[in-house]
């Protein structure tokens, strides 16, 4: 494997070596930034301008690769510890000034809509590549928390025929032509409905109950026609399961979690991180004082970690919410009153306002939660959770799963789940059934949380919206 950048600014001098990468910068016909990915920072090559061919110079643009051979020394400059000596160039891939112009690459500052545009070319951002870098070390993260756990990683279908959260909001999955997709659903592939998968949760909740602790991860589609800068059509879910738990233990793993993975982000991804932070102060400059945020990047993470999350039952926020300024003064768009889902402005008003801090909510009302949940004694609520974050809302949201079968059976029933549907689901209440729980961590709700992004289009390479399969 050939030596890649982020190895060489810690390799001791003098050495000979070759690197490979992308130019970002060429000035005064003698410093080139190159840069590979590997990490933010780019390694200084140095050369003497009378050694190369005019036509080789003419090349050295910005957005061109190349290969470069020579010695790293100590640098002169203070900008970096080591700089390479050029001996030979070798250009792999010409970017011309003039095909450059109409790119993202052109270096100066363009909009995040502009970037998106250029799906193909973000990633050579420092901005995409810190988000996409740290995206990886979040996601080994969550393996490596579970595996360190007991956790088996089970692979659970995308093409299913259930809609765990009963909402409604699938992709169908077809090979019928279009014309006839009304016929007979027997002649079809599967000789019955399928769509892509919202949840692995109930295919999650079989493997539990044989192998105690499990977890998923992999994408979860929603046609959900909601262009929010929060919703993706399709994302990646976590979802752990555990067998003989209970929903208090469910929200304990939910913090543990999600501190882990805040931890190991600040720990694996520093430069990034700081990067990340401090291109946020800049942006928030030029903001009013009252839309910056409080705390910093780092800051906000640092909080998280450093706080035991506030839990309170949906009966109780309801009662700050009622009691709250924004509510008497008739600030809020959406009314509150018990029964009724908690609109954005209502968890940002208890996570941002309130609170300030993460905010856990159990026990809602069961009408509005799906029929998996496990019945409260009340009658009332299921013993439901979401984990809500600054500036993210809804990070989390699981349950303990309704193990009786009598009471699966009656609330299919009134969920209107058709039993033949998940009959296998069913049995498994019958045979051996166990208190378990679990929940899902929307992935790029974690990733707009530790790179600040606004917009959740943001913190995955290519994103399905509305609209917009692009890539
Ligand atoms: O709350 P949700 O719908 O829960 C479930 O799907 C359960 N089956 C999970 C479980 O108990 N195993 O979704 C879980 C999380 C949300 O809290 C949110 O973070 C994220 O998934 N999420 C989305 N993220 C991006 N785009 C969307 N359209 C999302 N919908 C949900
Ligand atoms: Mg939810």
């Not at 061919?53 to 290969?67: A, F, H, Q, R, V």
């Not at 929903?247 to 982000?265: M, P, T």
């Not at 209440?429 to 899902?440: D, E, I, S």
């Not at 995955?460 to 509305?466: G, L, N, S, V």
Request: hydrophobic residues 40%.
């Amino acid at each position: 494997m050939k030596n890649t950048i982020v190895d060489i600014l810690k390799m001791d001098t003098p050495k000979e070596l070759e690197v490979s990468g992308w130019i970002k910068s060429f000035r005064g016909n003698r410093f080139i930034a190159l840069n590979d990915g590997s990490c933010l920072a780019s390694l200084q090559i140095v050369l003497e301008s009378e050694k190369f061919t005019n036509e080789l110079l003419t090349d050295l643009n910005n957005g061109s690769s190349i290969k470069v051979k020579g010695q790293l020394i100590d640098s002169m400059g203070s900008g970096q510890k080591v700089e390479l000596q050029a001996k030979e160039i070798i250009i792999l891939g010409k970017c011309s000034q003039e095909d450059l112009q109409k790119t993202i690459l052109q270096p100066k500052k363009h909009s995040l809509e502009k970037l998106r545009e250029q799906g193909h070319l973000r990633f050579r951002t420092n901005l995409f590549g810190a988000v996409f870098r740290i995206r990886h070390h979040l996601a080994f993260a969550i393996h490596k928390y579970f595996n360190d756990k007991g956790f088996f990683y089970i692979h659970t279908p995308i093409i299913t025929g259930t809609d765990a959260e009963g909402a409604g909001e699938t992709f169908r999955v077809t090979t019928l032509p279009l014309e006839e997709k009304s016929v007979d659903l027997k002649n079809d592939f599967f000789g019955k409905p399928t769509h892509l998968t919202v949840s692995g949760q109930l295919e999650a909740e079989l493997a539990a109950l044989s192998l105690g602790k499990v977890y998923t991860f992999g994408p979860t589609f929603r046609a959900e026609n909601s262009n929010t800068t929060r919703h993706l059509a399709e994302f990646w879910m976590v979802e752990p399961e555990i067998a003989f738990a209970d929903i208090k233990q469910d929200v304990d793993l939910g913090e543990d979690f999600l501190k882990y993975l805040i931890n190991y982000a600040l720990k694996s991804s520093k430069e990034d991180l700081q990067f990340l932070n401090d291109r946020e102060i800049k942006e928030e400059a030029q903001l009013p004082k009252e839309k910056r945020n409080k705390l910093s990047l780092i800051q906000r993470m640092e909080m998280v970690i450093n706080n035991k999350f506030i839990r309170i039952t949906y009966t109780e926020a309801i009662d700050i919410l009622l009691r709250s300024k924004p509510h008497k003064k008739k600030k809020f768009k959406y009314d509150i009153k018990w029964g009724v889902d908690l609109q954005s402005e209502h968890e940002k008003y208890l996570v941002e306002k309130h609170f300030q801090k993460p905010v856990v909510i159990v026990d809602y009302p069961k009408k509005i939660k799906a029929f998996y949940m496990r019945d409260n004694e009340d009658g009332k609520t299921v013993a439901a959770m979401d984990i809500l974050f600054p500036g993210i809302g809804e990070i989390v949201g699981g349950s303990q799963r309704e193990e009786r079968y009598e009471v699966l059976e009656k609330k299919c029933a009134e969920f209107n789940v058709p039993k033949e549907s998940i009959w296998w689901y069913l049995e498994t209440r019958k045979l051996g059934t166990v208190p378990h729980a679990g929940f899902g961590l929307g992935f790029e709700r974690l990733m707009m949380f530790v790179t600040g992004m606004g917009n959740i289009r943001d913190v995955i390479p290519f994103p399905r919206t509305p609209n917009n399969a692009e890539f």
